[in-house]
């Protein structure tokens, strides 16, 4: 290759490599001093049913990572309901070919001194997937659904808790 081909190439490597350090994440400790704190004291209360307990241990991983257990600020109260729709059924066998899995969570933070609410909302999420005459197959693929739910649920929640207490001043 000549020097001519490289030469860009080159550049690009050697400007990627000085902006690579300008970037940094939105809701980080540098950006928001004590942020990474408070979510490491918020609480999450357990959660009813299945798809309740992947939301809690998602909740939780996203919130607090680390495994450590500081004493807590706040608490998170969350209650979760589902649904589930066949938009399309096949013809011959008069059974639904695909499943539309749909559920909201209703969350309540709340400090743990005195008890005063702090952010109330509802997040919901929508996974769809296959269906099949083989039970467990079709179960697999449900709870697999389930799980995707939880996860975007939990997401979605951690991110409105980050930008609740990223953006409060005491």
């Not at 952010?119 to 197959?137: E, F, K, P």
Request: net charge neutral; proline share 5%.
């Amino acid at each position: 290759m000549s020097w001519s081909r490289s030469l860009p190439v080159l550049a690009a490597l050697a400007l990627s490599g000085a902006l690579a350090g300008c970037f940094q994440p939105l809701y980080s400790e540098s950006a928001h001093p004590g942020l990474v704190e408070d979510l490491r004291a918020i609480e999450v209360e357990p959660i009813k049913d299945r798809i309740g307990h992947y939301l809690g241990d998602n909740l939780i991983t996203e919130l607090n990572g680390t495994g450590q257990t500081p004493p807590p600020k706040y608490r998170l109260t969350v209650t979760v309901s589902t649904a589930s729709s066949t938009p399309t059924v096949n013809a011959l066998t008069n059974v639904a070919t695909s499943a539309t899995m749909t559920a909201e969570a209703h969350f309540t933070l709340n400090r743990v001194d005195g008890g005063a609410q702090v952010l109330t909302g509802v997040a919901s999420a929508n996974a769809s997937y296959d269906r099949s005459q083989r039970r467990y197959n079709d179960l697999r693929a449900a709870r697999d659904a389930e799980i995707r739910l939880a996860r975007s649920l939990s997401q979605d929640i951690s991110l409105r808790l980050a930008a609740l207490l990223a953006g409060k001043t005491s």
